[in-house]
């Protein structure tokens, strides 16, 4: 049975506070591969797996106690799962699920704060102990008035330490990958929007209604009500829903019909969002799904806090680059690239052909499920493809050199929106109809 994270009593949230544990983990790094170096110096056993095991363990432990953007950024590393070391992977797939939650005194107090009242005033049933701690709040289980209800208590001073981590990252970024702050502005700026509206329960309780009510007719999915008294600017109350999420859920053997039909709620849910309403559940990591079998299969949807709203260029340039009459166009290819901010006017010809070539490649295959009238992601091929793709693009001398980031800052979430869709579907083995006739 896996231990139970220990309580946090306080977190790190000041400029200087962080960037001391930022440090603190540097040195503990250092002194593992000073000690593996040292076994294999005198000839001992020393194994690369358990050097990368124990600086898992160690950088792992420090994200968890940071919360905040550090450990959202391994969430999202964990949605990859061959970019990082198979030790890595795993420490930070618990991102997705559970890390150490607040203890039970500052529990108290943000309810003291938000209130003037204790949980267990608030609620005739309140559970101190959180069931599910994250990177921005931890959730809840409380009862009252015949209802059971999740409560997601935010983490004291987690928007001011975002601030603070962007500001403590962003210099030695730039001279790292010599670049100028005008150049990268635009897309730090994107990022640190998306993270704080994390935070502003206010704006996730409206989100999550309204999409909710947008969504109501579509098939097998399900939202929690929420309840704006029982909600403040650090805490979020709504249902309390059935299912599992999809480690667990997988781990009872659902059938295909299952897993095909959760898989067909999942697409339709997202190709309704893009096309439809123009805004985008932009954070499909496993832990804010939950699934079961009722009904064939069910997803129920779980938290808004991170919502890309699309402009309406935006939307149509995502969508013609991913259209089949572009591939068979290099001229409409190359002028919605440029459009894009991929190719530029002044990028001499040699490097546009190639930028153009690339994208032709890249989008021929991560736009291969929007062309195709059925797409079976159980096929392992499919994913083996992509990632082989995305180890060709990084040993190209051309995109090696190219410190420079290009394309719109628009992209960078809805990039992250469907690698993380197509990730959830691999791992059900869903054969789907994605709508196209």
């Not at 999740?150 to 210099?171: E, F, H, T, W």
């Not at 009904?295 to 259209?323: M, N, Q």
């Not at 010809?349 to 890249?362: I, L």
Request: net charge neutral; with cysteine; proline share 6%.
């Amino acid at each position: 049975m896996e231990e139970s994270p220990k309580p946090l009593s306080s977190l790190p949230t000041s400029k200087v506070a962080r960037a001391a544990r930022f440090a603190k983990t540097g040195l503990n790094v250092g002194a593992n591969y000073v000690k593996h170096y040292a076994r294999r110096a005198v000839g001992a056993e020393a194994p690369t797996d358990a050097l990368h095991a124990a600086n898992a363990a160690e950088l792992y432990g420090t994200l968890s106690e940071m919360k905040g953007s550090v450990l959202k950024v391994a969430q999202m590393l964990a949605m990859e799962k061959k970019l990082l070391p198979a030790a890595y992977a795993d420490q930070f797939a618990q991102a997705q699920y559970q890390t150490p939650p607040l203890s039970g005194p500052l529990v108290v107090k943000a309810f003291r704060d938000a209130f003037g009242r204790s949980p267990f005033e608030v609620f005739e049933e309140f559970d101190i102990n959180a069931r599910q701690a994250a990177s921005i709040g931890q959730v809840h289980w409380a009862r009252g008035g015949g209802l059971t209800y999740a409560v997601k208590v935010q983490y004291p001073g987690v928007a001011d330490s975002i601030r603070s981590d962007i500001r403590l990252v962003k210099p030695i970024a730039l001279r790292v990958l010599g670049l100028s702050e005008d150049t990268v502005r635009p897309y730090l700026l994107e990022v640190e929007t998306r993270l704080l509206e994390e935070t502003d329960y206010a704006l996730e309780l409206q989100r999550g209604q309204e999409i909710a009510a947008q969504c109501a007719t579509l098939p097998h999915l399900e939202f929690p009500r929420y309840y704006p008294a029982l909600s403040s600017a650090r805490i979020l109350t709504m249902d309390w829903l059935p299912g599992q999420h999809l480690r667990e859920f997988l781990a009872t053997e659902p059938s295909s019909a299952v897993r095909n039909q959760l898989g067909q709620a999942l697409w339709d849910f997202y190709m309704h969002q893009l096309n439809t309403l123009r805004r985008v559940h932009a954070d499909p990591h496993p832990g804010n799904f939950l699934l079961r079998t009722d009904y064939g299969g069910t997803v129920a949807v779980l938290d808004f806090g991170c919502v890309k709203e699309i402009p309406a260029d935006v939307h149509r340039l995502f969508t013609a680059l991913l259209a089949p009459e572009t591939l068979a166009d290099p001229v409409r290819l190359a002028a919605l690239l440029e459009e894009a901010g991929v190719v530029r006017p002044e990028t001499d010809p040699a490097q546009r052909v190639f930028y153009v070539s690339t994208m032709h490649t890249s989008l021929e295959l991560v736009g291969r499920p929007f062309r195709q009238a059925m797409f079976d992601f159980g096929d392992p091929a499919y994913m083996q493809a992509l990632y082989a793709l995305g180890d060709d693009l990084l040993q190209q001398p051309e995109l090696r050199q190219q410190r420079e980031p290009r394309g719109s800052e628009h992209f960078i979430y809805l990039n992250r929106t469907y690698v993380g869709l197509y990730a959830l579907l691999t791992e059900l083995r869903a054969h789907i109809q994605t709508g196209l006739r």
